[in-house]
């Protein structure tokens, strides 16, 4: 179970390295150009999503074998992305996508929560 959740993880830190280029947000079907702040959040998210998956996977095999386990899940995870991204981007960036908006969603209800508990 633990290596499906890297495994996932994985996938979800490559799908924010292409969120990161404009050139793969223009596929999406709308001109994206990332702010400086908002690329290096995204890259700094991908990089520490491989991170926890790199962690979660020596707890069962060892560091490394982890190691291995990694770049194996990456190759296939990035073969499984650039594939279905060529056929359907969106469809392809979707886990990422929904993953985004519910935390935008949780951010603007925390922030009317402590509103309306700073007015009471």
Same mark, same amino acid.
């Given at each position: %179970?633990?290596?499906? &959740?890297?495994?996932?993880?994985?996938?979800?830190? @490559? +799908? @924010?390295?292409?969120?990161? %280029?404009?050139?793969?947000?223009?596929?999406?079907?709308?001109?994206?150009?990332?702010?400086?702040?908002?690329?290096?959040?995204?890259?700094?998210?991908?990089?520490? @999503?491989?991170?926890?998956?790199?962690? @979660?996977?020596?707890?069962?095999?060892?560091?490394?074998?982890?190691? !291995?386990?990694?770049?194996?899940a990456?190759?296939?995870?990035? !073969?499984c992305?650039?594939?279905?991204?060529?056929?359907n981007?969106?469809?392809?960036?979707?886990p990422?996508? &929904?993953?985004? =908006?519910?935390? %935008? &969603?949780?951010? !603007?209800?925390?922030?009317?929560?402590?509103? +309306? =508990? =700073?007015?009471?």
């Amino acid at each position: %179970m633990i290596l499906l &959740l890297t495994i996932t993880l994985v996938y979800l830190g @490559l +799908c @924010l390295f292409l969120l990161s %280029m404009p050139k793969y947000t223009r596929a999406l079907g709308r001109e994206y150009k990332p702010s400086n702040h908002g690329e290096r959040a995204r890259r700094a998210g991908g990089w520490l @999503l491989l991170g926890v998956s790199l962690y @979660l996977a020596s707890i069962p095999l060892g560091g490394v074998n982890a190691l !291995v386990f990694i770049l194996g899940a990456v190759t296939a995870a990035g !073969v499984c992305l650039s594939l279905g991204f060529q056929s359907n981007p969106k469809r392809a960036l979707l886990p990422v996508l &929904l993953i985004i =908006k519910i935390s %935008m &969603l949780i951010a !603007v209800n925390r922030k009317l929560v402590l509103r +309306c =508990k =700073k007015r009471s």
